[in-house]
């Protein structure tokens, strides 16, 4: 099996889990910085591809944003379960590799945790770049990468912080979190900030803004009190500069 069909297979064998776990609210992360993914991403109304969509709910937010909203995702079951929400104008089975749609379509896409859990982040982002206009915006969310090697004693609000393993270099990870009687597998992939710079870069992006927000809503989510000294996310908006 190759490493992109296992990234794949993971993420079908676990989709149940994933909408119980995405769709509780105030329960992971997001919850905690909902509002301000919205106002990073602005309000618009021209056409918005959701690459990896997941269960839908950030599509459901550029829905409520006033984009015309196309939502995609390699696995089935959660392509079926962002519908069954109504959380999208169109949907499509595919992968943020080989994207089945016609070149400068949108002028918006989002990849909103995805670039983590895919094995070919260039490949993503040159596909990314032929759906794209070339006056559009590419939003990105991933997961911080000092984040994936954080490691702490206890969880409370003062604790000190170290690192496990190295940042440099790309690893695969795996791991099971288990929190008010919900259970999610994780697998994705840790890789050094300047990785998804140079692959941007790579495409013919610029990164044209770049956020480390911290988490709102501690005082419903008193898990994300830590995350309000180290940030948990990275975001970056990116233009085409060029069409190597």
Not at 38 to 58: P, Q, S, Y
Not at 105 to 127: H, K, Q, S, T
Not at 168 to 195: I, V, Y
Request: aromatic share 12%; net charge negative.
């Amino acid at each position: 099996m190759t490493k992109q069909a296992a990234d794949r297979a993971h993420w079908s064998d676990f989709a149940r889990e994933w909408v119980a776990w995405a769709r509780t609210p105030d329960h992971d992360a997001y919850w905690a910085y909902r509002e301000g993914l919205n106002d990073f991403i602005g309000r618009g109304g021209g056409g918005a591809l959701d690459v990896g969509c997941g269960e839908g709910r950030v599509s459901r937010e550029l829905k409520a944003l006033g984009y015309h909203v196309t939502a995609c995702d390699p696995v089935t079951e959660l392509v079926k379960a962002a519908e069954e929400a109504d959380s999208a104008h169109e949907y499509a089975i595919a992968s943020g590799a080989d994207l089945p749609f016609e070149s400068g379509r949108f002028d918006l896409v989002v990849a909103y945790n995805v670039l983590m859990d895919v094995e070919d982040v260039p490949g993503v982002l040159r596909e990314i770049r032929r759906v794209m206009r070339p006056v559009g915006t590419l939003v990105i969310s991933i997961v911080h990468p000092i984040a994936d090697y954080e490691r702490s004693a206890d969880s409370g609000p003062d604790a000190d912080y170290s690192f496990k393993g190295t940042y440099f270099g790309r690893q695969r990870f795996e791991g099971e979190e288990d929190r008010n009687g919900l259970t999610m597998h994780f697998a994705g992939w840790s890789q050094p900030l300047e990785a998804y710079a140079a692959a941007l870069e790579a495409a013919g992006f610029a990164i044209t803004s770049l956020r480390e927000p911290a988490p709102t809503r501690v005082d419903v989510m008193p898990h994300m009190q830590k995350w309000t000294r180290y940030p948990l996310f990275l975001w970056m908006k990116a233009r085409l500069v060029a069409f190597p």
